[in-house]
């Protein structure tokens, strides 16, 4: 019974494989290309664009390539192996349609490429004897690809640069002799060992000339920096050495000496040090040296399982996409299945080159054939293995698919020379030793590093995949902003405040009333997002508005989700614009709500900035000292000093302490008499005095509290934690105690609050004696136009009874305004002074009652009366009670 070997030997048979092995990777490049051109179409939402066409240039002559090739060697050899041949322009076929969806540009030059690569397969296969003279004039060769090597070093001789490079540049053709130095140090090698078999090879002395030569090679590549090369001629040596001596002890050796000279050049080699940091631990520095490893890991994580599709994910987002991380972009595209399809073709062709190899006719052709797939396949894995860092990354290309006419021209050589080998089979006693060897150490180390790969690329596809793609710097959902319409934002009345514009594909943010950007933010491709931008983006997004079967369908077949739904605020853009204009000439914030409900309906950040301008203005703004970026309604932090007297007078109706003592001595805090805002001590009342922003009634009720009574007051009305928002505020801190009376009772003792936290507070005078839950985002529209509320937060606490939070409203009355209100300042560094109005509606309004609070950054006591009682009089005239 014939082996299975002889059977695929047969004329026959390899006629039978080859057609059919043509016919399914011509359906594959066809069908990938056909979803370049859908893919354009979709995105660009057009059929008129010449883009779209542009790759079927590459296909088509990949097509002729591939058939007059095929054709060729069937003819010539026709017991060539049946897969090799096939294997090799598949992966040249993908690794060129994906660099022409990289750059059409590229493209180009890569598909002539292919063709000079597909003349030298024909060459090959029509002059068999080159084998003969890859042996004969070896020497000659090895000598010639070092010395070009060599004048690469020389700066302006062969290239235009005034540094050594790693291409020579003539009359703009550009070459780099280090990857035809890899397939002729393993014709050298092969040639050597060859004619040196019968000796002793084991000894010290036969491996001499061949050791200066690796020397040399390596010293030429060092002093271009060029690590990766050097790893790969590192390991192309050790394995050919092994392979024609069979020694284990020259792998050990050879093993502890890497290790050695990895460590000594991380000491002595920055370059080293830094990538070899950046592969340890990338987080350390996303934005400098670990970033194209970063970008490529959240690359990988976009693709998920099964990919973007062709031409639908953003590769181009990782640096060097086309070359050093097409492995990463065809991940993207066509997922982990993908990645792991790639590397099962590199590792089947290595594999086919390697029973090549154990049975070729001569020693020569043997040690050529394992040791130019053991090239293609440790390079192949050192490249992936750094793109999914597995490995530390070394800058090499991927054999095949990455861009670059040396790489893919040379690939192809050594690819045409194993498959002329393989028709040149032959039984031999000596093959035995090849493929022990090759069993005991190559193919294993090859297959433990290849299932690693194949392990690991989970890892980002699907375990880190959430956590990846929320990072801030992914801009791949800013770039899913050009082709799909994101939601508005509208206030309670549907008016827009933040929306779009633009045709498909350069769809922008309009930010229709930029005063409010403080709060709702932007989505720019170049700074990100803020506010209630990202907060609500999966809203915007319309994550939250359509069937999960929906988002998966759309994210399938066009890598995206559906278009975006609108989220309603319950901001009042004429509330808004009223507070805007009154605050247009401080610094400072107001925060406007519902005192029933917390619903938000102005908030107000001076001074603002429009989103508009960001790539105009933005270092500006990070460097202006008024801090336009800042939030001052959220976060920005002051200490309320005199304005808590309501809320001090309310607790003292609450606890019924009698007869408030108030201090004869003037309140002295860090040097500075605390007066009051607007009136004197000598006011008719101490409830006038306390809406005047006088510091001693508050003195006298924060000692009927206590330190305790104090804090705990403090506690229930929220000044020691954030408020569940839906944006985040400062951190605060809890001191667990209040060590000074008379500091915290007027509102300097390690307190400082947020403009929205002070509104909240004095919303309990008007509610009832309730803190609401503050709110902002109160519906979402769905994918049928009906709109769904946001689920509410919990309702808010109780720290006053209904009739002392009455009284106190009532006592602290504006003139002709059903309304409250009251001033207050406070110190907020040695020599600032900030400036403080609460107020809100009182008994004597029917309508929705309001509360407000207002900072300003100075010592304006006069215009913050002013504005705080403009402001109820235009709600309260503008309401009617309604």
Request: net charge neutral; hydrophobic share 45%; glycine share 8%.
């Amino acid at each position: 019974m014939e082996n299975l070997s002889t059977v695929q030997r047969q004329p026959g048979y390899i006629l039978f494989i080859q057609r059919r092995l043509r016919v399914l990777a011509t359906l594959f490049l066809f069908l990938y290309a056909t979803a370049l051109t859908i893919a354009y179409f979709i995105k660009n939402d057009t059929l008129s664009s010449s883009y779209a066409w542009q790759h079927l240039v590459g296909f088509t002559a990949w097509l002729i390539s591939y058939y007059v090739v095929s054709w060729r060697a069937l003819k010539n050899t026709p017991e060539q192996d049946p897969y090799l041949l096939h294997l090799i322009f598949l992966s040249c076929g993908w690794g060129m349609m994906m660099i022409w969806r990289l750059s059409p540009a590229l493209g180009l030059k890569q598909t002539i490429w292919l063709i000079i690569g597909s003349l030298v397969f024909l060459f090959i296969f029509s002059f068999p004897r080159v084998l003969t003279y890859l042996k004969q004039y070896t020497y000659l060769m090895l000598t010639a690809v070092l010395l070009l090597t060599g004048l690469t070093l020389i700066p302006g001789l062969m290239n235009s640069s005034s540094q050594p490079a790693l291409w020579i540049n003539i009359r703009g053709i550009t070459f780099q002799p280090s990857e035809p130095l890899k397939l002729i140090f393993i014709v050298y090698l092969s040639a050597y060992f060859s004619d040196r078999h019968q000796l002793k090879i084991n000894k010290l002395a036969i491996l001499i000339p061949t050791f200066a030569v690796a020397i040399l090679a390596f010293l030429i590549l060092l002093a271009q920096k060029d690590l990766g090369t050097t790893t790969i001629l590192v390991l192309i040596y050790v394995s050919m050495v092994f392979l024609a001596t069979g020694n284990k002890k020259w792998l050990l050796g050879s093993a502890l000496l890497f290790i050695a000279a990895a460590i000594a050049g991380y000491f002595l080699f920055d370059v080293i040090r830094l990538r070899f940091e950046a592969w340890i631990n990338p987080w350390l520095d996303p934005e400098g040296r670990s970033y194209q490893i970063i970008q490529a890991m959240i690359s990988q994580a976009a693709g998920g399982m099964i990919g973007a599709g062709p031409g639908m994910g953003s590769p181009n987002l990782v640096p060097v996409a086309s070359s050093d991380f097409i492995y990463t972009a065809i991940t993207e595209e066509s997922g982990l299945i993908g990645a792991a399809a790639v590397i099962m073709l590199i590792m089947l062709t290595a594999f086919r080159g390697f029973t090549t190899a154990i049975q070729s006719s001569s020693r020569f052709l043997s040690l050529l054939a394992m040791g130019i797939s053991t090239w293609i396949a440790a390079q192949s894995l050192l490249i992936i293995g750094g793109n999914i860092r597995l490995l530390p990354l070394t800058g090499v290309t991927l054999p095949f698919f990455s861009y670059g006419g040396s790489s893919l021209v040379t690939s192809m050589l050594a690819g045409a020379i194993v498959t002329l080998i393989s028709g040149q089979s032959e039984s031999a006693t000596w093959q035995r030793h090849y493929k022990s060897r090759l069993q005991n150490f190559i193919l294993p180390s090859l297959l433990i590093i290849s299932i690693a790969a194949l392990l690991f690329l989970p890892v980002w596809s699907f375990f880190q995949k959430d956590k990846l793609l929320s990072r801030s710097d992914n801009i791949r959902r800013a770039i899913d902003d050009f082709y799909i319409p994101r939601g508005n934002l509208v206030d309670k009345n549907g008016d827009i405040i933040n929306g779009n514009a633009g045709p498909v594909g350069e769809y922008f943010r309009v930010y229709q009333y930029p005063p409010l950007a403080a709060t709702t933010g932007y989505s720019n491709i170049n700074y990100g997002q803020s506010g209630l931008e990202y907060v609500l983006d999966p809203y915007l997004r319309g994550l939250r508005s359509y069937p999960d079967i929906s988002i998966w369908w759309s994210n399938l077949l066009l890598s995206h989700p559906p278009p975006g739904r609108d989220v309603r605020l319950s901001i009042d853009l004429g509330i808004q614009q009223i507070i805007d204009t009154l605050m247009a000439n401080h610094t400072g914030a107001a925060v406007t709500l519902n005192a029933h409900t917390g619903e938000i309906l102005a908030i107000t950040s001076t001074p603002w900035y429009d989103p508009a301008y960001l790539e105009n203005e933005w270092e500006k703004l990070i460097s202006d000292e008024n801090t336009p970026l800042l939030n001052r309604a959220l976060n920005g932090s002051y200490p309320p000093g005199t304005v808590l007297g309501p809320l001090l007078l309310a607790k003292s109706f609450e606890d019924n302490p009698g007869t408030l003592q108030i201090p004869e001595a003037a309140i002295i805090y860090k040097g500075h008499t605390i007066q009051c805002s607007l009136l004197t001590e000598s006011a008719d009342s101490y409830w006038r005095q306390i809406q005047n922003g006088c510091p001693r009634p508050m003195v006298g009720i924060g000692r009927s509290l206590g330190r305790k009574g104090l804090y705990e007051f403090f506690s229930a009305l929220g000044f020691y934690a954030q408020p569940e928002f839906t944006l985040p505020g400062p951190p605060l801190n809890d001191p667990g105690k209040v060590d000074n009376i008379k500091a915290a009772s007027i509102g300097q003792e390690n307190l400082n609050l947020t403009p929205l936290q002070m509104a909240l507070a004095a919303a309990a005078i008007n509610s009832g004696g309730i803190i609401p839950q503050p709110n902002i985002a109160t519906s979402f529209q769905l994918a049928d136009d009906t709109w769904e509320l946001i689920p509410p937060r919990p309702k808010g606490q109780a720290v006053f009874s209904k009739q002392s939070s009455g009284e106190v409203s009532n006592l602290l009355a504006l003139d002709g305004i059903p309304a409250w209100g009251a001033i207050g300042r406070a110190l907020s560094s040695d020599t600032a002074i900030v400036t403080w109005f609460i107020g809100g509606t009182n008994k004597g309004w029917s309508g929705v009652p309001i509360t407000i609070a207002i900072v300003i950054e100075d010592d304006a006591s006069e215009s913050a009366w002013q504005i705080g009682n403009e402001i109820l009089y235009i709600i309260t005239s503008l309401s009617g009670g309604d």
